[in-house]
Nanobody, 126 residues
Framework: QVQLVESGGGLVQAGGSLRLSCAASGLTFSSYAMGWFRQASGKEREFVAAINWSGSSQYYRDPVKGRFTISRDNAKNTVYLQMNSLKPEDTAVYYC???????????????????WGQGTQVTVSS
């Protein structure tokens, strides 16, 4: 079965950096678009970034453009989210998810993703 396991979250001061990883198993990883979402306490889950199946294109939510970078290593079945210049409003549980088969990076709705990890907490202190 498909498994997605996130890691790399933690507590960081504003302006700091974290790198999230999502290790995938049970799927032909290189054939699927992948996405990162986040959910702050009391709020709905929201799109953060996505990458197409080959890694050649990426798409970001406006507030994280220029600060976050999504990448993937298909040989390691892993997708990453490098987060720089973190702000307190980035505090949330971050989830990775499997997108469409041979999908592009343009899928921003949760409905386009069919498997989710358990999430990793990111807390940014001011």
């Amino acid at each position: 079965q498909v498994q997605l396991v996130e890691s790399g979250g933690g507590l960081v001061q504003a302006g700091g950096s974290l790198r999230l990883s999502c290790a995938a198993s049970g799927l032909t990883f290189s054939s699927y678009a992948m996405g990162w979402f986040r959910q702050a306490s009391g709020k709905e889950r929201e799109f953060v970034a996505a990458i197409n199946w080959s890694g050649s294109s990426q798409y970001y939510r406006d507030p994280v453009k220029g600060r976050f970078t999504i990448s993937r290593d298909n040989a390691k079945n892993t997708v990453y989210l490098q987060m720089n210049s973190l702000k307190p409003e980035d505090t949330a549980v971050y989830y990775c998810a499997r997108g469409p088969h041979y999908g592009g990076a343009i899928h921003v709705g949760t409905h386009a993703y069919d498997h989710w990890g358990q999430g990793t907490q990111v807390t940014v202190s001011s």
